[in-house]
DNA sequence: CGAAAAGCGGACCTCAATGGTCCTATTCAG
DNA sequence: CTGAATAGGACCATTGAGGTCCGCTTTTCG
C-alpha cells in the first residue's frame, strides 16, 4: 500500500477545512465527529500539516484549524509528501550506490520511471478537485 | 514501499535462472548462496512462484529450480503481480462499494489512474531486460 | 531396497511501522 | 482567572514483513 491510513484521514480533514474556509476555524473536534476520524490521532496529522504550513492552528476558546492554502493551489502529489513523506517504490536492497549483483542494474531506472509516472499522476489534481459533501439526509452542516 | 524485499530476491532469482535456464535445473542453495538470500525465505519465493507456474521445480537429488517461462515473454508486471499481489495503492478505508462521506468521491478515479500508469510502465520490461551478470573479478559464471 | 539429495510446507519467531491513546503544558477569549 | 482550545511527548497494541525451523515427501542412484 503506498498510501496510509493517514493519508486518507488527512486528505479528508483539507477537504472538510477547504470546504469551510471562509468560516474562521474549525475545531478538532467537528472534524474528528464528522468525519469519524479518530480525534486524538487526527491532532498529530493537523498538527503534521500545521508544521508544513498547509492549515494554520489557532490556540483558545474559539480557536482551531484553518485551510492556509488556495485549495486550487495545493496538488495531490504536495498532500501525500506532506502526510506521508516521499513516495518510495523501491529500496534498492543491494547497496545503493553499486551493487555488486548486477552489472547494469536496470532496476532503478524502471522504479524511478515509476516514480514520476506516480508523481504526474498526483500532480494533475489539486485540494479544489475533491470537494467535501455530506450525502446524509438530515442537514447538520446547513450547507450555505 | 510499493515493492518488499520478497519481490527484490525473486526477481533476481528469476534472472538468475534465466541466465542459466539451459544448463538443467539449479539448486536452492546454489541461487541462495550466489544472491546473497537467505537460503529458507527463497525457499518460500520460489515456491510461489513454481504454483504460478513460473519456475518448475524438481524434487531428489540434481533437482532444482527451472525457469519455465520464456524470459522474454514474461513482464516485470506480471512478475511483481506474482510475487507481491496486485499493486494495491490506496485502500479506501470508507465503506468499499458507496462511501457516505464523499458525494462523488474521485479518490478512487485518481489511484486506479495511478495503478495504471504503474502497470503500463511495469508492463513495458520484461525478465530478459534484466540481465544477471557477476561483476566479480573471478568468471565463475562463465558467460555463454 | 535404502540412503542421500533435493524441494514442500506448516508452525513459529522477531521487529519495526502503523494506528492509536493519554496526559500535561500552553495559549488565548471573555 | 478560568475554561476552551491546540501542542506535543510518552506510551501502547496490532499487523505484516522478513526470516527460521523442522519434519515430510519425492526422486535418484548404488
Request: net charge neutral.
Amino acid at each position: 500500500m503506498i498510501f496510509s491510513r493517514k493519508t486518507d484521514y488527512g486528505l479528508r480533514a483539507l477537504m472538510y477545512l477547504a470546504e469551510r474556509r471562509a468560516r474562521g476555524p474549525v475545531t478538532l473536534s467537528e472534524i474528528a465527529e464528522k468525519l469519524m476520524i479518530p480525534k486524538a490521532f487526527l491532532s498529530k496529522i493537523l498538527q503534521q500539516l500545521a508544521k508544513k504550513g498547509v492549515v494554520r492552528s489557532l490556540k483558545g476558546p474559539s480557536g482551531g484549524f484553518v485551510l492556509a492554502v488556495e485549495p486550487s493551489e495545493v496538488t495531490l502529489q504536495e498532500i501525500l509528501t506532506e502526510i506521508d513523506g516521499p513516495t518510495r517504490v523501491f529500496e534498492c536492497f543491494a547497496t545503493e550506490s553499486d551493487c555488486t549483483l548486477y552489472g547494469d542494474c536496470l532496476m532503478r531506472e524502471v522504479f524511478s520511471e515509476v516514480e514520476d509516472q506516480i508523481g504526474s499522476v498526483l500532480s494533475r489534481y489539486t485540494l479544489a478537485d475533491f470537494r467535501y459533501s455530506e450525502k446524509q439526509a438530515d442537514s447538520t452542516a446547513s450547507k450555505a
